[in-house]
């Protein structure tokens, strides 16, 4: 069982950057995929990225290409999303989930555990 907290949303106004990080603890980190999610009020909750174990590969959702970038630190146990140029439609609640497997990466089904969510809200 692995255990994630997010951290690092916050109020930031359009074109502005945040951070998130995404702690593990638990089993190791290293054999898990990890993913950003997000959920708008109303909306389903959304894949936004991937990486796998060590960061071989990396995948986005077409809206926050160019802008977001997931990395990973094995050594720290920890996931990051880099958002840059924020828009107010990035605003959501943002979660981590982890996953042994690849399979399917882009549905939340495919991943067994996630984080509390953390708040990321853009104003124009």
């Known amino acids: 069982q692995v255990q994630l907290v997010e951290s690092g949303g916050g109020l930031v106004q359009a074109g502005g950057s945040l951070r998130l990080s995404c702690a593990a603890s638990?089993?190791?980190?290293?054999?898990?995929?990890m993913g950003w999610f997000r959920q708008a009020p109303g909306k389903e909750r959304e894949f936004v990225a991937a990486?796998?174990?060590?960061?071989?590969?990396?995948y986005y959702v077409d809206s926050v290409k160019g802008r977001f970038t997931i990395s990973r630190d094995n050594a720290k146990n920890t996931l990051y999303l880099q958002m840059n140029s924020l828009k107010p439609e990035d605003t959501a609640v943002y979660y981590c989930?982890?996953?042994?497997?690849?399979?399917?990466?882009?549905?939340?089904?495919?991943?067994?555990?996630w984080g509390q969510g953390t708040q990321v809200t853009v104003s124009s």
């Open positions: 638990g089993r190791t980190f290293s054999r898990y995929v």
């Open positions: 990486i796998t174990w060590v960061g071989e590969r990396l």
């Open positions: 989930a982890a996953s042994m497997s690849q399979s399917s990466l882009f549905a939340t089904d495919g991943y067994a555990h």
